[in-house]
């Protein structure tokens, strides 16, 4: 038996010849053992060992075989510090509650464990979003094995003549004419990792580093790098057992690849510095790996520069805040239609002629929706059908114009996804192994400012779903816009309501205005001048996941809003579709009827979306066939009342 121990902070290998021993008998060797590393355990019977992944304690009397597993991880604790949360408290584990909190990250749950076969050319964001789960393996498929080879086989023979190639036999950067001696190539490639594992901040969460060590294992089955199979097959092992290096997300500036965040990657996968998986927690990298059975990366030439060029850093969060766009800017638009309900509004600024006449795809698909929604040219709802003599000839923008904006955020999330299909198929390396033409070439597909430019684009898109809410929700909450009560609730003065979402969402608007302003359009020269344009790709991709953050909650708290709007209206109801979202929130948030905390209640909601839950509850009302042609009259085939078509009191 084997087991990892931590000892203020240090981590200890311990091999238990006699599982037999008691629990006492591993304490005590324990006190023997950190008498080398400085730390003098006066009495071993003050400590206790604790499991790091749950609440167990250890009974000093108890046999080891009885109670722990062989490559178990466990803590060594004073007794007196069990109050104070042992596990968070230590250096490499206090940020677990912060990286763990990453359920930001929220997709359909597979009911069964797949494998996605990589090959360095299918990869697509959507898969890559799933990938960061855990419920999936990854297998390399044979064809980029087999190109992987032969991209190795070139680079051998080039070590072979002793040709001068740049990452190769040279420096970097600056140092590309400084020669490297043969005996040293491998070296070189190790010292490369190690110096540039320079970044800081918190680490990413292990979601976000199975994409990242996803996308890396596609981009070099592109077979262009010339990366051992032995090593590409180490990364693939590390990835299906979660074997997670820290990577701190601050460094990069998206240029010569992500050579910070890339480097952290690598040199955990070499079993140096820190690492997560399933049953460790953050340990060290070389314990992890051992546990888990998986040989570290030996490196040979140009193997560092391999593991290290390229944009996945950028390419991998861009995915996860592409798709998590995509999601809430299908949701936003039935946000939109339940506000609209709830503020008495007209759908005829949807007919289907306006938007035909100005035919933008999202445009189109938006005001296609929103009529849907609405059972427009269908049967209106009972609270359409009570307003529908009102003096009001149309209704503000925030309403009025929801394709024209929320149309192009659309147009935007498919645009940026578009781009980073391709990024997360594209081979990123300097220099470039040529297969076919039997030679290396220099280049700069590391160069990160198509992902950089398209993540700026899409948080400037998405945030515009926000500002439109925020929006929306003053309506709802201002007596002078509507005829609902202030702030949405009884006896106000008494209660406050919804006065302070309210500036919770504006505040988070002015948020991301600020988060908007472009990160590529700066630039700072690197490496003495030898890379002097870079993207400043990671911030972007940073940025627009916390862009993409802000607007799911402000989305959140106008559906609290429109669904409590929609409580002043009954018992008349809405639409079938927009009674179903209604129901669905009212399953996890009752209605509000005198003042609560209400910061619980925009999580519950802001989960629902993160789930899909809201889009996946209309889904089904979308294919119903509601888009008749209006000539001189709309008309519902099942209603027996008519409305005149240029009436200005039509609702």
């Not at 590390?238 to 990069?252: V, Y």
């Not at 979308?622 to 000539?631: A, E, G």
Request: proline residues 4%.
């Amino acid at each position: 038996m084997k087991v990892y121990v931590n000892v203020e902070n240090v981590w200890m290998a311990v091999h238990c010849a006699e599982g037999n021993k008691p629990i006492s008998w591993l304490i005590q060797e324990l006190a023997e053992r950190s008498k080398d590393i400085g730390v003098d355990i006066l009495k071993s019977e003050d400590y206790i060992l604790k499991a790091t992944k749950q609440d167990i304690l250890y009974n000093t009397r108890d046999n080891m075989a009885d109670v722990l597993e062989d490559k178990q991880f466990l803590i060594l604790a004073k007794k007196d510090s069990l109050k104070k949360t042992i596990f968070t408290d230590l250096p490499e584990n206090k940020l677990i509650a912060d990286t763990l909190k990453f359920n930001d990250l929220s997709i359909q749950k597979l009911n069964e464990q797949g494998t996605v076969i990589l090959n360095g050319q299918s990869l697509t964001t959507d898969t890559l979003w799933q990938l960061s789960t855990g419920n999936f393996k990854v297998q390399i498929s044979e064809d980029a094995l087999s190109r992987v080879k032969q991209s190795r086989k070139l680079l051998d023979d080039i070590v072979t003549q002793n040709k001068v190639v740049y990452g190769v036999s040279t420096g970097f950067g600056k140092f590309a004419r400084v020669v490297i001696a043969k005996e040293d190539l491998d070296q070189l490639q190790v010292n490369l990792i190690e110096s540039h594992c320079a970044g800081v901040g918190q680490p990413l969460s292990p979601e976000r580093t199975r994409m990242m060590l996803a996308l890396r294992i596609n981009v070099l089955c592109k077979g262009y790098s010339g990366i051992t199979v032995r090593n590409l097959l180490v990364l693939q092992k590390a990835f299906n057992a979660s074997c997670l290096p820290w990577i701190p997300e601050k460094g990069t500036v998206g240029a010569s690849g992500d050579l910070a965040p890339l480097s952290h990657l690598a040199v955990g996968l070499m079993g140096k510095g820190m690492m997560w998986s399933p049953k460790s927690g953050w340990a060290n990298a070389s314990h992890v790996m051992e546990a888990n059975g998986i040989e570290t990366l030996k490196l040979g030439p140009k193997e560092g520069l391999a593991l290290i060029n390229g944009t996945q850093f950028i390419a991998s969060l861009g995915s996860e805040a592409v798709q998590r766009a995509k999601q809430i800017a299908l949701q936003a638009d039935v946000a939109a239609a339940l506000t609209l309900e709830a503020l008495q509004g007209t759908s005829r600024a949807f007919d289907e002629a306006i938007h035909e006449a100005r035919p933008h795809k999202g445009q189109l698909a938006v005001a296609k929706r929103l009529r849907a929604l609405l059972q427009y040219g269908a049967d209106p709802s009972e609270i359409t059908q009570s307003h529908r003599n009102c003096d009001r000839v149309q209704d503000a923008y925030t309403l009025r114009c929801c394709p024209q904006v929320h149309g192009i955020a659309h147009d935007t999330v498919e645009f940026v996804n578009n781009i980073l299909n391709v990024e997360l198929n594209s081979a990123t390396d300097n220099p470039m192994v040529l297969i076919d033409r039997g030679e290396t070439i220099s280049g700069g597909n590391f160069h990160g400012e198509y992902p950089a430019k398209a993540l700026d684009y899409l948080a400037i898109g998405v945030h515009e779903l926000a500002s439109m809410s925020e929006r929306r929700i003053e309506r709802l909450c201002n007596p002078s816009y509507s005829d609902l009560p202030a702030f949405l609730v009884q006896d106000g003065g008494l209660n406050s309501g919804f006065m302070i979402p309210h500036c919770t969402a504006a505040a988070l608007v002015s948020e991301n205005k600020g988060l908007c302003h472009p990160s590529s359009v700066d630039s700072l020269s690197t490496s003495a001048g030898q890379e002097d344009h870079v993207s400043m790709g990671g911030w972007a991709a940073r940025k627009a996941l916390e862009v993409v953050s802000n607007v799911e909650y402000v989305i959140a708290i106008e559906l609290l809003c429109a669904c409590q709007g929609i409580e002043f209206h009954r018992p008349l109801r809405t639409t079938d579709a927009l009674e179903a979202v209604h129901a669905l929130i009212r399953s996890v948030v009752p209605p509000y009827d005198s003042d609560r905390m209400q910061s619980p209640d925009i999580e519950k909601v802001v989960q629902l979306l993160r789930n899909n839950e809201i889009w996946k509850t209309v889904e089904s009302f979308l294919s119903y066939p509601m888009d008749y042609k209006l000539h001189k009259y709309s008309y519902s085939p099942t209603s027996s009342y008519v409305i005149p078509a240029n009436s200005p009191n039509e609702r």
